[in-house]
């Protein structure tokens, strides 16, 4: 009798044994090793932290930039996303003096705010952005209103407390001092998708839009989405690529699996193959996290 509740106990104690070791494992995935210099991982719906590389240093951003420009728009009051902005020749300028990706918006064309936040966000157009920029910021100048546009892009920033984010310019072409971090891009863009038109817009792979030509025709502006992850990442839902000499290549991004988002940045990857790897790699461990 004593024999077999030893025989007994023994057997569950192995049994528990096991079932404890093979919880442990699963509550501990391996930490991911990425190209990036700079990484940073977060459960959106807790906001704990779940991976950090150089979360905290300071990086040029590229057109990640853009997400603020965006945040910025959708936080005006009282904002008609159908107001009509006449696309202006300074523009098109920028874009040939900066030789900056474009949304192709053609002179003396009535785009509709919420069409330049497509012509923002999907093909990253500085162009957009500049007439953004050129439309709700303040001032009796071009110039003015661009300057105080970007006061409003770093106000917001402070809101959010990005403690290691500048801005100076509206579409991440920087004259010197724009950057961030990467758990201040996360939060940025944490904080962005609280918005239905800013989600709306950045899960879109494509769009056509028909806008009003300077003679009051119409024209139809095609925009794909330069975020490939929409289409090679099951439940991607987001955010915004970046690229530049300074910047290398960079991805705010964010996923939706079951109940679970995640939302994270890389900043600096050496090319779009690894920034694809390295974002692919933060968020499998995001959600086994």
């Given at each position: 009798?004593?024999?077999?509740?030893?025989?007994a106990v023994t057997t569950s104690a192995?049994?528990?044994?096991?079932?404890?070791?093979?919880?442990?494992?699963?509550?501990?995935?391996?930490?991911?090793?990425?190209?990036?210099?700079?990484?940073?991982?977060?459960?959106?719906?807790?906001?704990?932290?779940?991976?950090?590389?150089?979360?905290?240093?300071?990086?040029?951003?590229?057109?990640?930039?853009?997400?603020?420009?965006?945040?910025?728009?959708?936080?005006?009051?009282?904002?008609?996303?159908?107001?009509?902005?006449?696309?202006?020749?300074?523009?098109?300028?920028y874009i040939v003096a900066k030789n900056?990706?474009?949304?192709?918006?053609?002179?003396?064309?009535?785009?509709?705010?919420?069409?330049?936040?497509?012509?923002?966000?999907?093909?990253?157009?500085c162009d957009a952005a500049y007439a953004?920029?050129?439309?709700?910021?303040?001032?009796?100048?071009?110039?003015?209103?661009?300057?105080?546009?970007?006061?409003?892009?770093?106000?917001?920033?402070?809101?959010?407390?990005?403690?290691?984010?500048?801005?100076?310019?509206?579409?991440?072409?920087?004259?010197?001092?724009?950057?961030?971090?990467?758990?201040?891009?996360?939060?940025?863009?944490?904080?962005?998708?609280?918005?239905?038109?800013?989600?709306?817009?950045?899960?879109?792979?494509?769009?056509?839009?028909?806008?009003?030509?300077?003679?009051?025709?119409?024209?139809?502006?095609?925009?794909?989405?330069?975020?490939?992850?929409?289409?090679?990442?099951?439940?991607?839902?987001?955010?915004?690529?970046?690229?530049?000499?300074?910047?290398?290549?960079?991805?705010?991004?964010?996923?939706?699996?079951?109940?679970?988002?995640?939302?994270?940045?890389?900043?600096?990857?050496?090319?779009?193959?690894?920034?694809?790897?390295?974002?692919?790699?933060?968020?499998?461990?995001?959600?086994?996290?």
């Amino acid at each position: 009798m004593r024999r077999a509740v030893t025989v007994a106990v023994t057997t569950s104690a192995v049994l528990a044994g096991g079932l404890f070791a093979g919880q442990a494992q699963a509550a501990a995935p391996p930490v991911p090793s990425i190209t990036a210099p700079g990484g940073f991982v977060m459960n959106n719906g807790t906001g704990a932290a779940l991976f950090g590389k150089a979360a905290d240093t300071r990086r040029s951003t590229g057109s990640t930039t853009k997400i603020m420009t965006a945040k910025v728009v959708l936080a005006q009051r009282g904002l008609n996303l159908d107001t009509k902005v006449t696309i202006d020749k300074a523009y098109s300028d920028y874009i040939v003096a900066k030789n900056a990706s474009s949304a192709r918006l053609i002179v003396g064309d009535k785009v509709t705010v919420r069409q330049l936040l497509y012509g923002l966000m999907l093909p990253s157009g500085c162009d957009a952005a500049y007439a953004l920029a050129d439309k709700f910021g303040t001032g009796t100048t071009r110039a003015a209103r661009v300057k105080s546009f970007i006061g409003k892009m770093n106000d917001e920033a402070r809101k959010l407390g990005m403690r290691n984010t500048h801005f100076d310019s509206f579409d991440g072409i920087s004259n010197g001092s724009n950057y961030s971090t990467p758990r201040d891009l996360t939060k940025l863009a944490s904080s962005a998708m609280k918005d239905a038109t800013f989600r709306t817009v950045v899960k879109t792979k494509s769009t056509t839009q028909k806008v009003t030509t300077r003679t009051g025709g119409y024209r139809n502006m095609a925009w794909t989405n330069t975020n490939k992850l929409l289409s090679t990442y099951s439940g991607a839902i987001g955010v915004k690529t970046g690229s530049g000499p300074q910047a290398k290549y960079c991805l705010v991004f964010a996923a939706t699996r079951g109940t679970k988002t995640v939302v994270g940045a890389v900043l600096g990857a050496p090319n779009e193959t690894n920034r694809a790897t390295d974002v692919k790699k933060l968020l499998d461990y995001g959600f086994a996290k």
